[in-house]
């Protein structure tokens, strides 16, 4: 970089600390906690003793992915838009006091819809559904 | 005291070079209590060293001569020392300073940083080391101009003598140690504060194996102050004795009812270690400490002004829309906004394989389109410390009546400068679609969350070595093999734990408490308890308040999509500088919403907007500002756009807030882009005419600004999807000199979990709270 600075600069520049306040890193050694270390290396340069939170201390899981329930996204994509083909959302849950049906679908832009799976949300009537391929709640 | 560790007294070089030839030379076995130093040609270490001589300290001034090893000069060069020391247990301070860069490494961990081009710069970092062999290495390098480097390192067993070192406590809180004579001696009983102000009488301190007479104690606390005086007031019955920094100030070490005496250090800014050492004989018993200044990390005062009238600012729907379905914006240090679509939600562009994203300039409303290979429609992403963007995960499959999306286990780096990705090593723990990216303080990223490439929760913590440019393997990372969810808002905490506020997206909370604290040092995941309606925060919004420093988080809104309820209005508070953080009620939105975006402004403010009330329906208007100082709300004017799902909202360096998106029921997406400008847009702004490009950890920085200037803060540029940006934070930058004269000197702050590395928009407030537009800044 450039020229040293004068005397004075560098006085003042070495008097100041510019301390990092940097976490325990120690504290990764020197708290183990219970039960094995976790494998690998430390990916944090501190930690906190756990014990010191009241919460509970969450069982680690092994290893196996989650399960996760079907239609995470909250859309039923038994269906997609009647006229165009494009994917759409059709709720699986209806907000309170309203139900999933043609009209609830008109008032959210879906003019109507093709069932590309089954009629799980009996937008068709009846009680069996209607069949596959089926274009719903046209006017 | 400060027990030294044996550096102090040393001078002079053995400046025997066992190797000075052309031939590379190998490092010699230097005498116990020496460093063994090796030269290097170039500034990047590499190659086999041309010299190698032990040194018995560091402190060389090479500017006029070099550093008299045979084959370098006075540019162009590095150097890497390396010693063992065996020390007692305690808390060491390694102080290293150099022209040009320096850094330090303690047990194989980076502790000090200052690798880059600059002055004389000094930069120290303190640590507790356990009893034992340690190694240090100091690594400096030479450019060009002038060339110095001096380390010292000191500390040792607890200031006081015997008794040792107390317990790790959170910052800001005292460590205590509790002993069972007068003397302070032998293994002490351990018990975090956030106050010495206890009035015990002939009561005893609640301490097993400690009565009410004939007990000592010792607290220690690390604070950062200004440079000045500061007044610290001890009232005790018995005995008390205060230190600074290891010098004793207070001294009141007899049998006395209570007495009151104070003390009026001067400090220089930066942190210092305040000792407080406590005893009692018989009768009652009583100790109060408390000293002025010092804060960091604490609460920072408010913001200076504030808008007083015309406060509402206004939005604007830009005459042009973006070219994508953006669902995910990355403000990019040149000032561009990284739009990411992928697939953007439809089908037919994902079973072409056409992958879109484009790189925005605000300023022209110019789109450049820039495809990418892999679909990272739904993946997360972050800044890197030099600036790039990581994403990784993503969509490998859409999902059909009866299976859910899958998982995208690539990953790309953008470059803002070439604008181009490139391809990283693959996510070791398989496909993440909706992951959640965590730049820790050392730059490596933590990835967890999503759906994995079968559909299911994966469970995997993913790091990303920025240093390697690659994603570790997972045998590699601490493994909690816990499941976080969608989109989980993991957020760095000073301390270096992770700390999980409640929102996310889709469902309900993956975890019971809705609220978590991990530790991913250690795998440990805690519950945090106190959060409201857990299960009603499905794209709700979780912001880390300014300043960063104060860390406390606000939680606002959220739904629950798949159970069709109705979006809440609810926020919670906490305050996690707590040793055991429980939330709080906060004040209700002006509207129940989920999809809500939460943008922090340079005014020390938080502008909440968008939302929607239910699935991907029902938008909701309203618009409001979040005052972390009053905690109160005051609505604004509306967005005129939707902005339910997949809308992203985030800040522009010139201070105004885009928001972008929208993705309703019918399937059709928003691609209107509009601009919020708040209040001080319509003021004369302050403005930074001259500062450092490179603000180093712990380096006091220079600034010219015009006006006066009350506050200058770092913000974190945005990288946010589904109105999530786990990294958001603004940091305050204490005026240590100048506020007033137009050249000040800022403190830059010195743990990097505070301020994570990379670019940064520096913003200047003048006294009436008006910010500047943005200079940007790296830290490195």
């Known amino acids: 970089m450039g020229p040293r600075p004068v005397t004075a600069r560098w006085g003042r520049l070495t008097a100041v600390a510019c301390a990092v306040a940097l976490v325990d890193v120690g504290a990764a050694v020197l708290v183990g906690g219970g039960g094995s270390p976790p494998a690998g290396r430390p990916i944090a340069v501190a930690v906190a003793p756990p014990g010191r939170l009241s919460g509970r201390v969450v069982p680690h899981g092994d290893g196996k992915p989650s399960p996760v329930p079907a239609a995470l996204d909250g859309c039923d994509h038994n269906y997609a838009d009647g006229v165009t083909g494009r994917r759409i959302c059709v709720p699986v849950a209806p907000p309170p006091g309203q139900r999933i049906d043609c009209a609830y679908l008109r008032a959210h832009g879906i003019q109507s819809v093709r069932v590309i799976g089954d009629d799980t949300r009996g937008l068709g009537g009846g009680l069996t559904g209607a069949l596959r391929g089926a274009v719903l709640c046209a006017l | ?780």
């Open chain 2, 1 to 780: 005291m400060l027990v030294a560790a044996a550096l102090a007294a040393m001078a002079g070089q053995c400046a025997v070079l066992v190797a000075v030839t052309s031939a590379p030379a190998r490092a010699a076995t230097c005498p116990d209590g020496q460093w063994n130093a090796e030269f290097h040609a170039g500034t990047a270490l590499g190659g086999d060293p041309v010299g190698q001589r032990c040194d018995t300290e560091i402190d060389f001034d090479w500017s006029q001569n070099g550093p008299g090893v045979t084959g370098l000069g006075l540019t162009g060069y590095s150097v890497r020392w390396t010693r063992a020391f065996t020390l007692a247990a305690g808390s060491y301070t390694a102080t290293v300073t150099g022209d040009d860069g320096v850094r330090v490494i303690v047990d194989g961990q980076t502790v000090a940083d200052g690798w880059g081009d600059h002055g004389p710069q000094t930069f120290t970092a303190t640590r507790t080391l356990t009893a034992g062999a340690h190694t240090i290495v100091v690594e400096y390098y030479q450019a060009a101009g002038g060339a110095m480097v001096t380390f010292d390192l000191a500390g040792g067993p607890n200031t006081g003598g015997s008794g040792g070192t107390g317990p790790d406590c959170p910052a800001g809180q005292w460590s205590g140690l509790y002993f069972p004579n007068r003397t302070m001696g032998g293994t002490g009983v351990p018990r975090c504060s956030a106050a010495i102000d206890y009035a015990w009488g002939d009561g005893d301190p609640g301490l097993a194996g400690i009565g009410a007479d004939n007990f000592s104690a010792r607290w220690t606390r690390a604070d950062t102050f200004a440079a000045g005086p500061i007044t610290i007031t001890a009232t005790a019955d018995d005995g008390v004795r205060v230190y600074v920094d290891g010098t004793r100030v207070i001294d009141g070490w007899n049998d006395q009812g209570p007495t009151t005496p104070t003390a009026t250090p001067t400090l220089t800014a930066g942190p210092h270690t305040i000792v407080t050492e406590y005893y009692e004989r018989v009768g009652g018993a009583q100790i109060r400490v408390s000293y002025t200044g010092g804060g960091d990390p604490g609460p920072a005062p408010p913001p200076p002004g504030g808008c007083t009238s015309d406060c509402g600012g206004s939005w604007q729907t830009l005459g042009y829309q973006m070219p994508v379905r953006s669902v995910h914006a990355s403000l990019l240090h040149t000032g561009n906004v990284l739009l990411v679509a992928g697939s953007g939600n439809d089908q037919t562009t994902f079973d072409a394989h056409t992958f879109r994203s484009t790189v925005w300039n605000p300023g022209t409303g110019d789109f450049k389109d820039t495809p990418v290979a892999d679909d990272l429609f739904c993946s997360g992403h972050v800044q890197l410390p030099d600036g790039r963007i990581l994403l990784a995960g993503g969509t490998a499959a859409y999902s059909t009546a009866t299976a859910n999306y899958k998982g995208l286990a690539k990953s790309f780096v953008f470059d803002p400068v070439a604008g181009t990705y490139t391809a990283t090593n693959d996510l070791p723990g398989g496909g993440h679609w909706y992951p959640s990216l965590t730049e820790l303080g050392t730059g490596d990223v933590v990835a967890v969350g999503g759906l994995d490439q079968n559909a299911a929760g994966n469970v995997a913590t993913e790091l990303y070595d920025h240093a390697q440019g690659r994603w570790l393997p997972t045998a590699e990372v601490p493994q909690t093999f816990f499941f976080w969810g969608l989109y989980p808002e993991l957020k760095l905490l000073t301390d270096g734990r992770l700390f999980y506020g409640g929102v996310h997206t889709f469902g309900n909370a993956p975890t019971a408490a809705g609220s978590n604290i991990y530790d991913p040092a250690t795998a440990t995941v805690n519950d945090v308890p106190g959060l409201r309606d857990v299960n009603l925060r499905d794209q709700g919004a979780s912001v880390l308040l300014p300043p960063a420093q104060a860390q406390r988080v606000l939680t606002l809104g959220g739904g629950n999509g798949d159970a069709g309820a109705d979006a809440i209005a609810s926020t919670d508070l906490i305050d996690l500088r707590q040793a055991d953080p429980h939330w709080q009620p906060g004040p209700d939105l002006p509207a129940a919403k989920m999809y809500v975006s939460a943008v922090i402004l340079p005014d020390g403010t938080v502008l909440e907007t968008g939302g929607g009330r239910h699935l991907r329906s029902d938008p909701v208007h309203e618009a409001s500002i979040y005052n972390p100082a009053t905690n109160h709300f005051t609505s604004v004017p509306p967005d005129p756009q939707d902005r339910t799902y997949h809308s992203q909202a985030f800040l522009l360096p010139d201070g105004s807030v885009a928001a972008l998106g929208d993705n309703p029921m019918d399937g059709s997406f928003s691609t209107a882009i509009s601009v919020y400008r708040p209040w001080y847009m319509t003021r004369t702004r302050p403005q930074i005419t001259a500062a450092a490009d490179v603000f180093a950890y712990g380096s006091h920085q220079d600034l010219t600004a015009d006006g006066d200037i009350g506050r200058v803060t770092l913000l974190r540029p945005a990288s946010v999807t589904h109105q999530a940006d786990p990294n958001q934070r603004s940091v305050d930058l204490p005026i240590s000199a100048g506020a007033q004269t137009g050249h000040l000197t800022v403190d830059v702050p010195s743990n990097p979990n505070l301020l994570p590395p990379g670019y940064y928009m520096m913003f200047a407030q003048n006294t009436a709270g008006v910010p500047s537009v943005a200079r940007w800044v790296r830290v490195p």
